[in-house]
């Protein structure tokens, strides 16, 4: 599947090659990491090409993907106009999304080529059924943690102290790393949607919003959850869960093949709107989650494309109120033929932590 969309961005764009310079966009291709590195396709071949740092790695990769022949580089123009001249290569089509003007003039001056911009920000949208599995396995471990966390926390302890906890719980169920900064945010502090965890108590009867995710095998889970302390005395924060919750399965349940962004956006900020908290929601309902946990295509006001089968979005409508406190679930979902299917667990009841 990739090659198809790489042979039809060449066809349309009457091109011979293609240089991949972004970390992320060379992942997709090739499902190998580095820092550095640049990935030259053709229609007929491609080439990964890595430094010294990363050749040995490269070469024992049991993920690499697409790859015909991965080159060490030193002289790293000389060797990229070589397969140039191989292939007989007049224009080469860049990622003008990503790289610096500096660098893509530096292409232009030492590359054989001409060098034609192009964005590719779509490219990633549609996943295929290994890049799926990953992100599920990323969401599988993203449950285990929470159910850890639903045993683990307690009145008295800093939201700091959950955020680490948090950490030391993903990595020892299997994932590679954060895929963000754990969003921890009790009481009066779930008023803003991106808090930074904080030295303050958590308290009986605090809601708390816990917005985590982890990277398996290069691709990431997003999951909010918002939970009780104790008790749920605080009727008007139980009152926004219900709006929140009601607002997100109206979301999920619009997801389908052909659905715009923006409508799957209007369809719960209307519902929001319409219990009189609209001016509360104050960010888009969800994005797109790969390689990246942000990108296309975007649930939100401004979000035009088209939802397809094989994207994974989130869906994560919030309420937020200064002084009193907010409301945020998030879901990774997956577009099916006919619909969608959870990637996370679809456990989004309001949690009352004893």
Not at 165 to 187: M, P, Q, R, W
């Amino acid at each position: 599947m990739k090659k198809e969309i790489l042979n039809k961005i060449l066809k349309e764009n009457n091109a011979d090659a293609i240089l991949l310079y972004s970390p992320q966009n060379r992942y997709w291709f090739s499902r190998f990491h580095s820092s550095l590195g640049y990935l030259l396709y053709t229609s007929e071949k491609s080439y990964l090409f890595v430094d010294g740092r990363y050749i040995i790695a490269a070469r024992n990769s049991k993920l690499l993907n697409n790859i015909d022949e991965i080159i060490e580089f030193g002289k790293l123009y000389e060797l990229i106009n070589k397969e140039i001249s191989n292939n007989k290569i007049k224009t080469i089509i860049f990622e003008s999304d990503w790289v610096f003007v500096k660098d893509s003039q530096i292409f232009q001056e030492k590359l054989n080529a001409q060098m034609v911009g192009y964005n590719f920000d779509a490219i990633r949208m549609v996943k295929d059924q290994w890049e799926v599995e990953q992100i599920k396995k990323a969401c599988d471990i993203t449950h285990k943690v929470f159910l850890e966390v639903l045993d683990f926390v307690k009145p008295g302890m800093s939201e700091k102290d959950l955020a680490r906890f948090v950490s030391d719980s993903f990595l020892k169920n299997g994932a590679e790393k954060l895929s963000f900064d754990t969003i921890v945010a009790s009481g009066k502090n779930g008023s803003m949607p991106h808090a930074v965890p904080t030295d303050k108590k958590i308290e009986t009867g605090d809601f708390v919003t816990l917005d985590m995710g982890c990277y398996f095998n290069g691709y990431c889970s997003d999951q909010t959850r918002t939970f009780v302390m104790g008790n749920t005395d605080n009727t008007k924060l139980k009152e926004i869960y219900e709006i929140v919750y009601n607002s997100q399965q109206l979301g999920i349940e619009s997801i389908k093949p052909g659905i715009s962004g923006n409508e799957v956006h209007k369809i719960c900020y209307d519902y929001i709107e319409s219990k009189g908290y609209g001016k509360y929601f104050t960010h888009g309902t969800g994005h797109g989650l790969g390689i990246e946990i942000h990108e296309e295509p975007y649930n939100s006001a401004a979000g035009n494309k088209i939802l397809q089968e094989g994207m994974c979005v989130t869906v994560e409508p919030g309420i937020y109120i200064p002084e009193i406190g907010g409301v945020r679930i998030e879901d990774d979902i997956l577009v099916t033929k006919n619909g969608y299917e959870f990637l996370t667990t679809p456990l989004r009841e309001l949690q009352i932590v004893k």
